[in-house]
């Protein structure tokens, strides 16, 4: 419970992306990714800077200077739940958390099972999730399309990682481009299919206009996974359609 580590915000909101969509969650972000993807929407949650953003239950926010105590996120988290059930699920998102596992986890031990706990991860780093994989209920990983995030591969990283994630329930999204060629969303497709048959793959379009896929690309998409896995949907990110964070 005294470790400490490094917060971008917490709040109360709307899920605005994958299975989950549209049901209020309270989201950790936690602060700091390598992979600086090039259409990342939250890019102050990249770096290690600057102070936490805290919503408070009066309303309003205040900000604490990083990095913060296990005991300080549970008890924002927990001023969060207005009443039982309320929020009925906690989001772990960021930047990356599982660049911070034992500070993950040991925020996770504290909670003890209070909420129903959703990872949001890049998907590549399968060791870390090995090292909290039996605190969280969802894993929703990223597949990281190299037309998409101008990174390069990570075929292989995800491969390992949807392994790793056997005996949790697993979604996958894949955000897409104009650039993306079918063929990457069928790589992904693939490599789901072959350890986790049974998850939901969201096909995810770029929001902004000179990036957003046409119909006819996302209708291609489509047919192309679903000729692969049993569960796929195109879902756009709502949460920008509403407004809120």
């Known amino acids: 419970m005294d470790s400490a580590g490094y917060i971008s915000e917490i709040f109360s909101s709307f899920q605005g992306e994958g299975p989950f969509v549209g049901e209020r969650h309270i989201f950790v972000r936690f602060l700091g990714c390598s992979l600086l993807c ?16 805290i919503e408070e239950a009066g309303g ?11 005991r300080t996120v549970i008890e924002a988290v927990i001023s969060q739940e207005i009443f039982p059930g309320f929020n009925p699920k906690l989001a772990i998102t960021g930047g990356e958390p599982l660049e911070q596992p034992e500070f993950l986890r ?60 056997k005996g949790r329930e697993l979604a996958a999204k894949a955000v897409v481009s104009r650039q993306t060629p079918t063929g990457e969303v069928e790589m992904a497709a693939n490599i789901l299919a072959k350890a986790a048959p049974d998850a939901l793959f969201v096909i995810q379009p770029m929001t902004e206009k000179s990036a957003t896929p046409s119909p006819e690309m996302l209708f291609e998409f489509y047919s192309c996974a679903k000729r692969i896995l049993k569960n796929v949907r195109v879902i756009p990110q709502v949460h920008k359609i509403l407004g809120v964070r």
Do not use: Q
């Open 60 to 70: 309003g926010f205040k900000r604490l200077e990083n990095p913060l105590t296990v």
């Open 38 to 53: 090039g259409y990342c929407d939250t890019p102050y949650a990249m770096r290690e800077a600057g102070p936490a953003r």
């Open 106 to 165: 040991a925020m996770l031990e504290g909670l003890n099972g209070r909420f129903k706990t959703l990872l949001e991860t890049n998907g590549i780093l399968p060791d870390a999730l090995l090292r909290v994989k039996d605190m969280v209920d969802i894993i929703s990983m990223d597949f990281k399309l190299p037309s998409a995030t101008g990174k390069g591969e990570f075929w292989d990283a995800h491969r390992e990682f949807v392994e790793a994630a």
